[in-house]
């Protein structure tokens, strides 16, 4: 079956990248630095686990999975956050805030004027928290109902075999902007943590990232990376290649 569109765009999302990397291999992926799942979002019928650690990403996901078509459709379609019934379920508040602005790291709490000047323009109808959207998201929750969230640091899920699609922060300054960014991992550990995954390890980085072996990847246009910074991203890889 097909993959899956994006349920918000988040900063360094990899769902347009995705299918450059290797395809899983396993029956099992499991996302340590979920964020948004781009990965998995191109094959949903995995058995999908996803980790995260920050526990807005987290209360999406739990949301999402656990909602119907009729509970997404539900939400009403607003410009502000805090126009929504105060009965609206945490994550999906949440969920609706990522739609104010493209490719955040956070929540915001209304609609960006870029996103506004689009919706006017006609260019996107998509623009924010809008029916379009909304039924979007709606006409995909039920593909991932068998989907997995474990709210917590990357260490939290056990060790099994599977494609680890593993797409942590970038060391240094585009890998800051998280509400846990790289300033809150050590890359050594995270290394030899990597190594000992059982499965098919695919480990992302850029630029001239050394904690692994990496290898050049692609180079693509910031923006792809749905990514706020502009210009060139050196992507780098790092495979086991399923030892």
């Given at each position: 079956?097909?993959?899956?569109?994006?349920?918000?765009?988040?900063?360094?999302?990899?769902?347009?990248?995705?299918?450059?990397?290797?395809?899983?291999?396993?029956?099992?992926?499991?996302?340590?630095?979920?964020?948004?799942?781009?990965?998995?979002?191109?094959?949903?019928?995995?058995?999908?686990?996803?980790?995260?650690?920050?526990?807005?990403?987290?209360?999406?996901?739990?949301?999402?999975?656990?909602?119907?078509?009729?509970?997404?459709?539900?939400?009403?379609?607003?410009?502000?956050?805090?126009?929504?019934?105060?009965?609206?379920?945490?994550?999906?508040?949440?969920?609706?805030?990522?739609?104010?602005?493209a490719a955040t790291t956070r929540p915001r709490r209304r609609?960006?004027?870029?996103?506004?000047?689009?919706?006017?323009?006609?260019?996107?109808?998509?623009?924010?928290?809008?029916?379009?959207?909304?039924?979007?998201?709606?006409?995909?929750?039920?593909?991932?109902?068998?989907?997995?969230?474990?709210?917590?640091?990357?260490?939290?899920?056990?060790?099994?075999?599977?494609?680890?699609?593993?797409?942590?922060?970038?060391?240094?300054?585009?890998?800051?902007?998280?509400?846990?960014?790289?300033?809150?991992?050590?890359?050594?550990?995270?290394?030899?943590?990597?190594?000992?995954?059982?499965?098919?390890?695919?480990?992302?980085?850029?630029?001239?990232?050394?904690?692994?072996?990496?290898?050049?990847?692609?180079?693509?246009?910031?923006?792809?990376?749905?990514?706020?910074?502009?210009?060139w991203s050196h992507e780098l890889i790092w495979t086991n290649?399923?030892?």
């Open positions: 079956m097909s993959g899956l569109r994006p349920f918000w765009r988040y900063y360094g999302g990899k769902w347009l990248a995705a299918p450059s990397y290797p395809p899983p291999r396993c029956e099992t992926i499991i996302e340590p630095f979920a964020g948004a799942a781009g990965y998995s979002l191109r094959y949903p019928d995995h058995n999908v686990i996803l980790v995260e650690k920050y526990p807005v990403i987290a209360e999406i996901w739990r949301w999402l999975i656990a909602a119907s078509a009729a509970d997404v459709l539900a939400i009403p379609c607003v410009d502000v956050v805090d126009d929504l019934p105060a009965d609206t379920p945490l994550g999906a508040k949440f969920l609706v805030g990522f739609h104010m602005n609609i960006s004027s870029g996103l506004l000047r689009q919706r006017v323009s006609g260019r996107d109808s998509g623009c924010g928290w809008s029916p379009t959207t909304r039924e979007r998201i709606a006409s995909q929750v039920e593909r991932i109902k068998h989907w997995r969230i474990v709210e917590g640091d990357y260490t939290r899920v056990a060790n099994m075999y599977a494609t680890w699609f593993i797409d942590p922060p970038y060391i240094g300054r585009a890998g800051g902007y998280y509400k846990y960014g790289s300033d809150t991992l050590n890359y050594e550990q995270l290394a030899a943590w990597c190594r000992r995954r059982a499965g098919q390890v695919i480990v992302c980085e850029a630029g001239t990232a050394g904690w692994l072996p990496f290898q050049p990847h692609r180079v693509i246009k910031a923006s792809t990376m749905n990514t706020t910074s502009g210009g290649n399923d030892r």
